[in-house]
């Protein structure tokens, strides 16, 4: 997948004119869209719809400023054909699901919580709160839960979205640590 392609300022700006003329009716139109993005890529059950959903919007967005000229029809469906694309692309890389733990290994969950607990403590407050919030509820409850914390914190999903990949990576590299310790 192209995820190394990050939207620019013009080819927004070019994707918000395609979908309406008004600035605010183009972002209202932005969110709908994505928000069924969303919706589409969760009842496919991918597990990561809203990445899913972020680089569908890319991709038609690296397109809305040649296409919107002969385009006919509403642009949400545009969206959404490109959508079907990247979930086939999702479906060929998908990983193989983890097996099941078996109960007859060892099975090291209690040392593995200690590690996690013991990093949490060490984050700020304001970032552990964060992640927990982040990673907090499921489906539709996870979704408004995250779109509250934006809210909260005066930032939008994509920022929102990266400060937690960022906490959680340090987190696994401080429960890895940790749980070296614990078995070497």
Same mark, same amino acid.
């Given at each position: 997948?192209?995820?190394?392609?990050?939207?620019?300022?013009e080819?927004f700006?070019?994707?918000?004119?395609?979908?309406?003329?008004d600035?605010?009716? #183009?972002?209202?139109?932005y969110? !709908?869209?994505?928000? @069924?993005?969303?919706?589409?890529?969760?009842?496919r059950?991918?597990? +990561?719809?809203?990445?899913?959903?972020?680089e569908?919007?890319?991709?038609?967005?690296?397109?809305?400023?040649?296409?919107?000229?002969d385009?006919?029809?509403?642009?949400?469906?545009?969206?959404?054909?490109? #959508?079907?694309?990247?979930?086939? !692309?999702?479906?060929? @890389?998908?990983?193989?699901?983890?097996?099941p733990?078996?109960?007859d +290994?060892?099975?090291?969950?209690?040392?593995?919580?200690?590690c996690?607990?013991?990093?949490?403590?060490?984050?700020a407050?304001?970032?552990?709160?964060l992640?927990?919030?982040?990673?907090?509820?499921?489906?539709?409850?996870?979704?408004?839960?995250?779109k509250?914390l934006?809210?909260?914190?005066?930032?939008g999903?994509?920022a929102?979205?990266?400060?937690?990949?960022?906490?959680?990576?340090?987190l696994q590299?401080?429960?890895?640590?940790?749980?070296?310790?614990?078995?070497?």
């Amino acid at each position: 997948m192209k995820k190394n392609w990050v939207l620019s300022q013009e080819s927004f700006d070019a994707l918000l004119q395609w979908l309406a003329p008004d600035r605010e009716q #183009a972002g209202q139109k932005y969110e !709908e869209i994505r928000q @069924r993005l969303i919706r589409i890529f969760t009842a496919r059950g991918c597990h +990561e719809p809203e990445d899913l959903a972020d680089e569908t919007i890319n991709r038609a967005a690296d397109k809305a400023g040649s296409i919107s000229e002969d385009y006919v029809g509403d642009p949400a469906l545009y969206f959404y054909a490109v #959508a079907n694309n990247i979930h086939l !692309e999702y479906l060929r @890389r998908k990983p193989a699901p983890t097996p099941p733990i078996k109960l007859d +290994e060892s099975n090291h969950t209690e040392e593995e919580f200690h590690c996690l607990e013991q990093c949490l403590s060490g984050l700020a407050p304001e970032s552990r709160d964060l992640v927990v919030r982040y990673y907090q509820d499921e489906k539709k409850a996870k979704i408004n839960q995250r779109k509250l914390l934006a809210r909260n914190l005066g930032i939008g999903p994509n920022a929102l979205r990266i400060r937690a990949c960022r906490i959680r990576a340090s987190l696994q590299k401080c429960v890895e640590k940790c749980l070296g310790q614990h078995f070497v």
